[in-house]
Each structure stands twice: as C-alpha cells, then as structure tokens.
C-alpha cells in the first residue's frame, strides 16, 4: 500500500465549477501538507503549503487538512480552462525529526476544465 | 528572484551509457533535492543535499548518486543506463532549515530535465 493515495481521475468539469480534489495518507509522522500543480512538460508549482489542521484559503484555493482521518483536500472555486492540470498532493516529516526535505507524492489527479 | 535551472532540457542516451545532470538552485537556498517521475510511478525521491552532504536518499539503485558545489548546485549522474531510466527529472530548491519557521521546507522545482533511453 502506497503512503499517499490520491485518485488518478482524469476529472472533467465545466468552466465555474467547484472541484475538489482528495488524497490519504498513512503515514502519522507526515506533518506539512502541499499541493503542487504541473502543467505538461512543466516542473510542478507549489499551489498551497499548510502544517496544520484546518483551513488555508489564497484566492480561489482553499487546502483542507484533517489529520484525524489523515486525509487533506484541496478546492478550487470558479474553475477556469487555466487551471486545467495535474495536481498532486505531497507530504513530509519534520526536518528535525529526522525527515529532511523527502517529498512523498501522491500520483496525481489530471483535472480538465471546460468552456 | 530567478528560479530553479536545470540543464539540459532534453536528452537523448542508449543503453549503457551514462549521464549528468545539472541543477542551480534558487539564490540563498542550500538544500537541493532530486526526484525522477515516470508515468507509472509518479514522482519519486531520489535524494537530497545540504551544505555539500547527502543527507536524505531514497530506494534507488546506486548508479544514481549526486553532489552538491559549495555554491549550492547539484548535479545527479546516472551511470549503466537502463531503458527504465527514461523519465523526467526533477529538481528542488529549498531554504536553509536552521533559519526557522514553516516556509523553510517549502521546495521549489526546476522544470526538470527530460532523459530518454534508447
């Protein structure tokens, strides 16, 4: 079983809508919570960085993180043909528990926007 | 701030070969990371550096290894190719931790250098 699961998708929606994209996780000892966007051929952009329970809303995103049920979500409100992409979840430990900076990836959801 | 660099871009290899790839990364950042992502297994940690030391590696083969200059760049070499090792590979750029607080671990990537074994 891998540490992080996150549904492949792909999803499609209209442009507008609210997507809401999901991952679980394992791992108790994961602590900081990111979620990156990767356009084809691109490296991934950090979208949202929280390392906490709770919500974090910048703009039209909005991270959800609920450690109890070690799952974390990620919205996007309005959505736009832009916003077509992977997203990918991604976790890590405490650098000072031993962590260092080792990203542990979910697989990605490919989300399509359309017109 | 300029970002994340990696060269080359592409790169086309055979079998047995081996090969180096580059990574500058972000002015002031002294951890760099490394990561390879393939279709069927995402991405994948390879390792880490900071100040010049690995200090984090992940379940890779030892023909992947890497270094850090004391300028903060980083290469990764990959020796005895294997068609497996077709990929795109990606590095990252983060702060020092030591100088504390949350954003410190928050990695920043290269747009990734895109290897092809033939």
């Known amino acids: 079983q891998k540490e992080v699961e996150q549904d492949p998708g792909p999803l499609s929606v209209p442009e507008g809508a609210i997507v809401s994209l999901n991952c679980t996780y394992s791992n108790s000892a994961f602590q900081y919570f990111m979620w990156y966007r990767q356009y084809s051929r691109k490296g991934p952009e950090l979208l949202m960085y929280t390392y906490s329970s709770g919500n974090k809303e910048d703009g039209r995103f909005t991270a959800q993180v609920d450690k109890s049920s070690k799952y974390i979500s990620l919205f996007i409100r309005d959505s736009q043909p832009s916003d077509s992409a992977t997203y990918l979840c991604?976790?890590?430990?405490?650098?000072?528990?031993?962590?260092?900076?080792?990203?542990?990836f979910g697989t990605g959801t490919q989300l399509k926007v359309e017109l | 701030k300029a970002g994340v660099t990696q060269t080359p871009r592409y790169l086309i290899k055979t079998r047995g070969q081996q090969v180096t790839l580059s990574c500058s990364p972000i002015?002031?950042?002294?951890?760099v990371s490394w990561y390879q992502q393939t279709p069927g297994q995402g991405l994948q940690f390879l390792f880490e550096y900071f100040s010049e030391t690995q200090r984090n590696k992940g379940n890779f083969p030892g023909r992947f290894s890497g270094r850090q200059f004391s300028n903060s760049r980083s290469e990764m070499n990959v020796s005895t190719l294997e068609l497996g090792d077709s990929a795109l590979y990606l590095c990252?750029?983060?702060?020092?931790?030591?100088?504390?607080?949350?954003?410190?671990?928050?990695?920043?990537f290269g747009p990734g250098t895109r290897l092809l074994v033939l």
């Open positions: 990252a750029s983060s702060l020092d931790f030591y100088t504390g607080g949350a954003d410190q671990e928050t990695q920043y």
């Open positions: 991604a976790m890590s430990r405490n650098i000072l528990t031993g962590g260092g900076n080792k990203l542990t």
């Open positions: 002015s002031g950042h002294r951890s």
